[in-house]
């Protein structure tokens, strides 16, 4: 079961979080709809390398990451992981369902700072077929990401 490694660590944090099943989906517009939630709200994780190393970029659903601007944010060289890159990567995860959990599998992570301002984000739980909705505040207590404008509007 893919979510648990991460309920776990979300419970051995006395994290909050409700998880919402729905029907499968693969893109991060068609879960917001499948699970009633603002594709603003919904959050989408983005696998790039920042100077060679394997990071995770995290913007709402409607978004679409921005190179330039990520590369600015960090400092560095960005380019897009391709699928085939990442898929060992999570082996506790479906490929493409990975949840914005970088610190879980050892690698940055880079949110887009609209996501910052929101109260909740929600986000794959793992599966094509959950997702996880907690406190902004408490995904950034635990994540830590660098916050900064790394996407534009779809």
Do not use: W
Request: one cysteine or more.
């Amino acid at each position: 079961m893919p979510v648990k490694r991460l309920k776990e660590f979300l419970d051995s944090q006395s994290v909050r979080y409700v998880s919402i099943q729905h029907s499968t989906t693969y893109t991060a517009q068609e879960v917001a709809q499948s699970a009633h939630i603002s594709g603003k709200d919904m959050a989408k994780t983005v696998v790039v390398f920042v100077d060679g190393k394997m990071a995770m970029a995290v913007l709402p659903a409607i978004y679409k990451l921005d190179l330039g601007l990520l590369a600015g944010a960090a400092g560095g060289a960005v380019e897009l992981a391709a699928e085939p890159q990442f898929r060992g990567r999570f082996p506790d995860c479906e490929l493409g369902a990975m949840p914005p959990f970088g610190n879980l599998y050892g690698m940055d992570v880079y949110v887009d700072e609209s996501l910052s301002r929101d109260e909740e984000i929600a986000f794959n739980a793992g599966t094509h077929s959950e997702l996880i909705v907690l406190r902004y505040d408490d995904f950034a207590r635990l994540v830590k990401p660098k916050v900064a404008r790394i996407a534009d509007v779809d």
